[in-house]
């Protein structure tokens, strides 16, 4: 595992853009108009911000091989509250960690 990004859910994608903006941040890519990774000056740690997920709350997005290998071998072990689902570049899922909080997993498989 890997830490890709740091999670935020956000309310406005548009303005939390604009306030990290102000902040040193540039946009790095986009998936739409709902998710935003922001990248920062000397660090390979993006902020992914998205208008989704709030009740999980913020946490880690960790690059996997593969999520679904990762599911399976952890299936039973651990408390995944989103199995995984396919998204634009690869496989996504989430668990929570002893204490409750999120864990995002993701790979890369849909990318060429």
């Known amino acids: ?24 941040m540039t946009e790095a890519w986009r998936e739409g108009n709902q998710v935003l990774g922001m990248s920062m000056k000397d660090c390979e740690v993006q902020l992914m911000i998205e208008e989704d997920e709030h009740d999980l709350g913020p946490g880690g997005v960790f690059l996997v091989d593969s999520v679904d290998d990762f599911y399976h071998e952890h299936e039973g072990k651990l408390n995944f509250v989103k199995l995984p689902c396919t998204i634009p570049p690869g496989r996504y ?20």
């Open 1 to 24: 595992m890997k830490l890709a990004f740091l999670f935020h859910p956000v309310k406005d994608l548009q303005e939390s853009q604009q306030y990290y903006e102000g902040l040193g």
């Open 93 to 112: 899922a989430i668990y929570r960690d002893a204490t409750g909080n999120p864990i995002r997993i993701i790979d890369s498989t849909n990318k060429d």
